[in-house]
Each structure stands twice: as C-alpha cells, then as structure tokens.
C-alpha cells in the first residue's frame, strides 16, 4: 500500500429502517475524502430497502436475502476494495472525523484500529457512558499472547472496530451458520492474532441501546442465547487455536475457559439446560474446576482482585450444586444483571465526576474501557 489508506464503511442492516438513514449519513459525512460508503441490507421487511434507494449513487448497495450478520459482512466485504474496513451496525454511526482518526493511527502492521463509542439512549439522546464501559483502559500492541491465554481481550462492539483488509482476507468469509449476529468477536478474536491492536483514548461513534439489542436480549431468550454463546465461543476457540498454530504460536489448553465470563456461560448452560449442552462428557463440576483453577492462575482472565476472584469461585462452585430448576433461575438473574449493570454504574460515576462529588474512573467520559 503506498499513500493514505482507503477506507471502506460497510453498514449492515436488518429492518432498522427507523435508525438507517442516521447511520449512512454518519458514514457519508466523514471529513477523509478516501472513504466509500457500502450499505448491506439483510433481507429486511421494513422500508429499509426504500432508504437505502434515496442515496442513488452516494452508496454502493448490497440487496441479499436474509442470512444474518456474519453473511451480511462477508457481502460488504467482498463489495469493497478499501485498506481498511469498518463493519458498522445499522443502529449505531460514526462521528465526522473517525474515518481520518483511524487512517492516522492505522500503520503496516497493525490489524485493528479500535476507538469507543458514546452511549445513545432509546430517545437517540447521548448518556454519560460508553461502550467499553469507564472502569479500564483498552490495550495497544501485541495481543497474541494475552488473547491466547484470556480467550479475549477489552474491545468495543463491532461499530468501534477498523480491521485491516489483509487481516480479514486471512480468514474469511466468518462461517454463517454459527454467527448470525455477534460476528464482532469472530472477527475481533482472529483478527488480533495477525497484527498489532491500536486503540484510541476517545470515541468516534455512538451505540445505540434501545431495547433490541444482542446483549438486552439475554433476558427474554434466556436459553436460547446461552446455547448461542456457548457454540460460538467453541467455534471462535477452535478457529483461534487453528490461527495460531499455523502462525507457530503457543496455545493454551480449554482456552474458552480461562476466560471468566464465558466459563460461566458454559457452567450455567451444562447445570440449567444439560440437554443442549454440546459436549456432554463434560461434567459441571469439571467444567467449574477447570475455570476456578483458570481464575486464580496468572493470568486470571479479567478477575482482577482478591475480591472479584472470590466472588468468582463462589458462583463456580454453587451453580453446580443447585437443583436445576434453582440454578436457572440464579443463572439468569446473574448473568442478565451483570450485564444490564454496567451502563448504570458507569453513568453514576461519570454523572457524580461532573458534579465534583469525586473522579470517574479511567481519564474521563470517553477515554475508558470495559
């Protein structure tokens, strides 16, 4: 690549008609003059297709039959040809100068450019918070190591990532089947292990939540969502692990499990619902040992205090203790309330930073993470 790397913004879309129109036009007011604008519409039933044909030819339009998210980014991908790729979410959009600040940062070598994105609340207004959350910072560097022995690594969702077009070309088209949304950690978690992660202390965005959101939806599809997660997180290990062997880099065993969260989700969905657990001949307990043993072993996949940990080991080991109709129950009030909380305690700490009654956590609203 010689000169200013292109860039492309690639909007994927299933009937968010109603958020459309402010996230293609985020895209088209970017101040770099070298970035084009793909709209990818994901079989949509709304009047997305009719916002989509206003644009004329300020966009270039990808109509395809409904397949989900990861096939809505292998069409967007393969409908560019920009350096760099921004997968942007139909119900989120960029600030004017992300676009400029990515291409600034980006350098050979460096396969994702990450930046935070504000909060948007359901009336579209900005909140105090922001997506990774004010309460630790994002890395820069190599993360191949921490990422094969943490499983992940702090991150935005999908709208606050530019990727390298050479690093995805490494391993697309993202398999469909599996990732119907929440492509962002396939892409994300492969993507970190062929270059360099640069993050920006600031953010270029905003992410909406509105009450359909993914992580929002762990409530009502309780179940269904665990069974997502838990398959998914054993398709991105195994891909991960394939990467790095052919990369020569060193793996660490039951990878998924060093990581506190997902372990849960694999402990909750083999004590709750054992009938769709994928790998049976993992009993709880060995699962909830395997990810105790990871907790309290350096490095501790997140749990960063004595505090924390505990906390960690005493879910581990009560969930598989339960009589199952309990443990369901106990199951989701943790794991949906973890979530659910995060934006709140955040907004409080920034809301009580404004007001002098003490400092937020991390540098301040925006320059914070998750």
Not at 65 to 70: E, I, S, T, W
Not at 91 to 113: F, I, K, M, T
Not at 209 to 220: E, L, T, Y
Not at 255 to 269: D, T, W
Request: with cysteine; proline share 8%; hydrophobic share 40%.
């Amino acid at each position: 690549m010689t000169g200013a790397p292109s860039v492309d913004i690639v909007v994927n879309n299933y009937n968010y008609g109603r958020f459309l129109r402010a996230a293609i036009d985020g895209a088209l007011g970017q101040t770099y003059p070298h970035t084009t604008v793909i709209v990818v519409d994901d079989g949509s039933t709304d009047d997305s297709r009719d916002v989509i044909a206003s644009y004329g030819d300020r966009i270039v339009p990808v109509l395809k039959p409904n397949g989900g998210q990861a096939s809505a980014c292998n069409a967007g991908l393969a409908a560019g040809r920009g350096d760099l790729v921004i997968f942007l979410d139909a119900d989120d959009c960029l600030l004017p100068e992300a676009a400029s600040r990515v291409a600034r940062a980006w350098r050979p070598g460096v396969a994702v450019v990450q930046y935070r994105l504000q909060v948007l609340n359901r009336d579209g207004v900005p909140e105090p918070a922001f997506n990774p959350t004010a309460h630790s910072p994002m890395p820069n560097g190599d993360l191949r190591r921490h990422l094969l022995s943490h499983f992940d690594y702090t991150r935005p969702p999908m709208s606050g990532c530019c990727y390298s077009r050479e690093a995805l070309a490494r391993f697309f088209p993202v398999p469909e089947r599996t990732w119907r949304y929440s492509a962002d950690a396939y892409i994300s978690g492969l993507a970190a292990l062929l270059g360099e992660v640069v993050s920006l202390d600031e953010p270029l965005g905003f992410y909406r939540v509105h009450g359909q959101n993914a992580w929002v939806n762990f409530r009502p599809n309780f179940e269904e969502r665990l069974v997502h997660e838990v398959r998914c997180a054993l398709e991105r290990e195994a891909a991960m692990v394939a990467l790095a062997r052919t990369l020569g880099l060193p793996v660490e065993e039951h990878l998924a499990l060093r990581n506190v969260f997902h372990a849960k989700l694999r402990v909750a969905l083999r004590v709750a619902y054992p009938e769709r657990y994928p790998r049976p001949d993992e009993s709880p307990f060995w699962l909830a040992s395997r990810s105790i043993r990871a907790a309290w072993q350096p490095p501790r996949g997140g749990v960063r205090d004595l505090a924390g940990r505990l906390a960690v080991t005493a879910w581990l080991a009560l969930l598989p203790a339960l009589p199952r109709r309990l443990a369901r129950g106990f199951a989701r009030f943790t794991l949906v309330r973890r979530r659910a909380s995060q934006f709140r305690r955040q907004r409080r700490a920034v809301e009580a930073a404004a007001r002098g009654d003490g400092p937020a956590r991390g540098n301040g609203p925006g320059r914070a993470g998750e």
